[in-house]
């Protein structure tokens, strides 16, 4: 389980990330709690939620430019943008000059880069370590997010409660600043690095079109692709936008419920890392990411039909450990799928599938609004459980047939 921290690279590029899913958590929370009360639209908070992943639309660009300059320099380069960005934020809070208008611009810049800063998280690691490791490695880094979602979201609800929202931004700046420093220590390993240069000649939209013929002509990418999409569109939107929403108009808490809400679905998902990080998992990776979304929709069915706090964090936290199972092995599929050469590209690619976390909020809001809660968050994951069959039929052979053992 340890085993990838004798890397150097990995033993700065681990806490680096834990910084910064820290702090993202931290700044999700706030700003989608201060949406919420300030402006008491649903609408505005999925629009906000949406603009998290605005990004997604040009990761693919963002892919071409870590294959031609490097994935650690793109790395710390975003966070020396998140860092500027919270400063300014937490500025406006202690000015009382913060407005919700200001917060959707700066969400909207940060949300143009944070999804490439996970197209590089995993491309560094299958970059610099072994290939027997990159299943163990990719669970450990699945840690920082999902410790994040659960300390984070803690953390994040109970400072600003306690102290303020510019102090609590004090705090997601100093983080962003600890996470750039330490990024532009992330050297990749040559001895594991096998990239190729692109011909002096070619464009960035030749090397952006070559990548997604490589992953059209690819069933396996093609699958996992599809599977990030389907997910992001009918599973994620209930814990990435909505939990404000439910912990106000259903659950009927405030800042510190809609806190424990957002910790047990990390916490379950903690627990799925930690399994998937023993290396003890025998079961193909394509297997286990279609099993896994199948279950992950079903706890969202009784999640959502749960009427008391309690049994919602309960089935909350079993979603977390089903997400876990599914999202891990995707990215396993698609990296061992993938040519070094092509890693950032198809890594970017891949991030085109978040983009139906925005799509599955913004037309959740109006439904929500018109048919009511439950009904809609149903109906998307018995949508969802439909699409995962068609697809796990549609690429058996890569998927299920051909798959072998994590």
């Known amino acids: 389980m340890l085993a990838p921290f004798r890397t150097r690279a990995f033993r700065y590029q681990w806490p680096a990330d834990l910084a910064t899913s820290w ?31 605005l990004g997604s639309l040009v990761s693919p660009v963002f892919g071409v ?15 020396a943008l998140y860092a500027a960005m919270a400063a300014l934020l937490g500025w406006l809070a202690a000015s009382d000059a913060l407005t919700p208008t200001a917060v959707l611009i700066i969400a909207g810049l940060n949300g143009l880069v944070r999804p490439s800063d996970m197209v590089m998280r995993y491309a560094l690691i299958a970059q610099n370590l072994p290939a027997n490791q990159l299943m163990g490695a990719l669970g450990i880094a699945r840690v920082t997010s999902d410790s994040a979602r659960m300390a984070g979201a803690l953390a994040g609800a109970g400072a600003v409660a306690m ?55 690819r069933p396996a990418l093609m699958g996992g692709l599809s599977m990030a999409f389907l997910v992001n569109l009918l599973a994620f939107p209930l814990m990435l936008g909505l939990l404000p929403y439910v912990a106000k108009n259903v659950y009927g808490v405030g800042q510190s419920g809609l806190g424990w809400l957002g910790a047990s679905f990390a916490f379950g998902a903690l627990l799925g890392s930690l399994v998937l990080s023993s290396n003890r998992v025998r079961v193909g990776a394509a297997r ?50 993938t040519e070094p050469a092509y890693r950032g590209r198809v890594m970017g690619i891949r991030m085109l599938g978040i983009w139906g976390l925005p799509m599955g909020l913004m037309l959740a809001g109006p439904l929500i609004e018109r048919w009511g809660f439950q009904t809609i968050m149903t109906t998307y994951a018995v949508i969802g459980m439909a699409l995962t069959l068609a697809l796990a039929w549609r690429w058996r052979q890569a998927l299920w047939h051909d798959d072998k053992p994590i």
Request: charged letters at 10%.
């Open 65 to 79: 430019a870590a294959d031609r300059i490097g994935y650690g320099r793109l790395l710390w380069s975003t966070r």
């Open 163 to 217: 102290f303020g929202m510019a102090p609590a931004y004090l705090v997601v700046t100093l983080l962003y600043i600890v996470s750039f420093l330490l990024s532009t220590q992330v050297v990749p390993n040559s001895a594991n690095t096998r990239l190729e240069a692109p011909p002096p000649h070619a464009s960035p939209w030749h090397d952006l079109v070559s990548a997604a013929r490589y992953v059209w002509h």
């Open 23 to 53: 702090a993202v958590e931290m700044e999700v929370l706030i700003l989608g709690w201060y949406i919420l009360v300030t402006s008491e639209s649903v609408v505005l908070l999925v629009f906000f939620g949406a603009l998290q992943y």
């Open 288 to 337: 286990l990411m279609l099993m896994a979304g199948m279950i992950w929709l079903i706890f969202n069915v009784c999640m959502v039909q749960a009427n008391d706090l309690l049994t919602g964090m309960g089935f909350l936290a079993l979603a977390g450990f089903a997400q876990s199972l599914c999202l891990t092995p995707l990215a396993a599929v698609m990296l061992r799928a």
